[in-house]
């Protein structure tokens, strides 16, 4: 059996860098080598460096319960960091360690925007990653950064690669009702979450409306040209724990029946299906003819958490088809992602 590679991962105590330990035990390419974390957790081992906050259902895996907690400095004895980061501090940690030769897969906002940095979803841009080159020859790096969306908009998203390429998205509206756990731990406190829905979230519209055109948009060159797709958006916090519910209204170039619809999500497939990588969910779009699905509690673990779950689809009095999509924000709108773009990379002789 081929050695496996080596791999950090950077905020490893926080909701996301606990779903990264638990989706990467057992990996077939990737073992975790290093965790690490703020000053305060390091030093010590990550059991006692969680106090009390590991959220999985599994218990924190043994081998990695009694490693120590590392500073998220260069100097990790790993090829790859998954960065699951407090955007407050990711920005130049994660270029540090770029610098310093290591591939870093990260979940932060700070970097997604940068022109010559991929931001991926492996199912809608997998030809992005060229843009790494890029990366590496404009900023002298020996390591690169490649990123991931905003947990949000990965199940909108992905249904609008699969309309557009059948029929061509010019608008949509999204309406998100999104988790707790997108707060982080302990997040939203309970005073204000319980019996309550909070209209804001702080800088979510603003990604939700524009990181989708860069994915979606065409690799010209060294660059990026973006779709021509406008976005409005409206964010909610709801009472969930884990996944995010959008409602979704588009418009398309041309027009298509419901049925239409339904047929082009239903197909949609991408280059990590192709190449059968580890992560990938067989079915990207699971659409539900049930009229009361999707639902959080039930629906967010369809494929391992990485399939976007689709129903009420049907015609908009406004645009033109509207639906309901869920995807579980942990795991396909951040570690799942960052993972699937890891094998990506892997698969194409990036890492
Ligand atoms: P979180 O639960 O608050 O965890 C933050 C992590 O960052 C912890 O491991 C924390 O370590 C570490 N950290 C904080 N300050 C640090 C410092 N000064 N130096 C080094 N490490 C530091 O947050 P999260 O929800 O996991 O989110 C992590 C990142 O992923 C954020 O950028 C977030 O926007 C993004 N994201 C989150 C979701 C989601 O659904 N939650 C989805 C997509 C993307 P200590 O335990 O030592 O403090």
């Not at 700070?110 to 991926?120: F, G, I, K, S, Y």
């Not at 999104?178 to 829905?197: E, L």
């Not at 047929?263 to 009361?292: C, H, Y």
């Not at 967010?300 to 995807?327: H, N, P, Q, Y």
Request: glycine share 8%; hydrophobic share 40%; charged share 25%.
């Amino acid at each position: 059996m081929a050695k496996k590679i080596k791999v950090g991962v950077l905020g490893a105590t926080g909701m996301v860098g606990q779903r990264f330990i638990q989706l990467l035990e057992g990996h077939p390419w990737f073992e975790v080598s290093e965790v690490a974390a703020s000053e305060r957790s390091a030093g010590k081992n990550y059991i006692d460096a969680l106090e009390g906050r590991w959220k999985q259902a599994a218990p924190v895996p043994k081998r990695i319960a009694g490693m120590t907690v590392k500073e998220c400095k260069p100097g990790l004895d790993c090829s790859l960091v998954f960065g699951a980061l407090d955007s407050s501090i990711a920005g130049p940690i994660e270029q540090d360690f770029a610098k310093a030769d290591y591939a870093v897969s990260s979940n932060s906002k700070n970097h997604r925007m940068e022109a010559d940095v991929p931001l991926l979803i492996p199912e809608i841009n997998p030809g992005h990653i060229a843009l790494i080159d890029a990366q590496k020859k404009n900023r002298g790096w020996k390591g690169f950064i490649v990123t991931n969306p905003n947990c949000t908009l990965m199940g909108p998203t992905m249904v609008m690669k699969a309309l557009d390429d059948a029929f061509g998205v010019e608008k949509a509206f999204i309406v998100s009702m999104q988790a707790i756990s997108g707060a982080g731990y302990p997040g939203v406190a309970s005073w204000d979450i319980v019996d309550n829905v909070i209209p804001f979230i702080s800088g979510e519209e603003e990604k939700v409306e524009t990181e989708p055109l860069k994915i979606l948009g065409k690799l010209r060159g060294n660059s990026v040209e973006f779709a021509p797709i406008k976005i409005s958006a409206s964010c909610n916090r709801v009472a969930v724990r884990d996944g995010h519910t959008c409602s979704v209204s588009v418009q398309l170039r041309k027009k298509a029946s419901v049925e239409e619809a339904i047929k082009a999500m239903e197909n949609f497939s991408g280059e990590p299906q192709k190449l059968k990588l580890p992560t990938a969910p067989e079915r990207v779009i699971v659409v539900r003819g049930e009229q009361d699905r999707p639902q959080p509690i039930m629906d967010r673990d369809t494929g391992r958490g990485m399939s976007a779950v689709v129903g009420r689809v049907r015609e908009c009095k406004l645009l033109d088809i509207k639906f309901s999509v869920l995807s579980h924000n942990t795991i396909r709108g951040a570690a799942g992602c960052a993972i699937l773009n890891a094998e990506l990379l892997k698969a194409k002789g990036y890492i």
